[in-house]
């Protein structure tokens, strides 16, 4: 059974950093794609950092430069490390995933798998 979890949300000051991580088990495909969207209230949700199994990324306009999504093989788990933090990236974030098929995507249509999601929350 494909599991997702996310951990590293919190409260942070504009300016700040957090890395988020998301845990992953039940997967057996050597070709995968996964990706971190957030959400924020009223809003939809939104890409913000993809990787697939050959280590390419791609990343949201609004975080480039700032954001950088990663992946450690060895525990199976992909992180986001976000700096520079402002008030406009406070969301929900949610570690998303598809296996069998390499190919980077920021929308939400594509993943198959989802975690609960974990709180960002960045005051000025």
């Known amino acids: 059974q494909v599991r997702l979890v996310e951990s590293g949300g919190g409260s942070v000051q504009s300016g700040g950093s957090l890395r988020l991580s998301c845990a992953t088990s039940?997967?057996?495909?050597?070709?995968?794609?996964m990706a971190w969207f957030r959400q924020a209230p009223g809003r939809e949700r939104e890409g913000v950092a993809s990787i697939d199994s050959t280590r390419r990324a791609i990343y949201a306009d609004s975080v480039k430069g700032r954001f950088t999504i990663s992946q450690d093989n060895a525990d199976n788990t992909v992180y986001l490390q976000m700096n520079n933090l402002k008030p406009e990236d406070t969301a929900m974030y949610y570690c998303?995933?598809?296996?069998?098929?390499?190919?980077?995507?920021?929308?939400?249509?594509?993943?198959?798998?989802w975690g609960q999601g974990t709180q960002v929350t960045v005051s000025s």
């Open positions: 039940g997967y057996t495909y050597n070709r995968y794609c």
């Open positions: 998303a995933a598809r296996s069998g098929i390499s190919w980077l995507s920021l929308s939400p249509l594509y993943y198959t798998d």
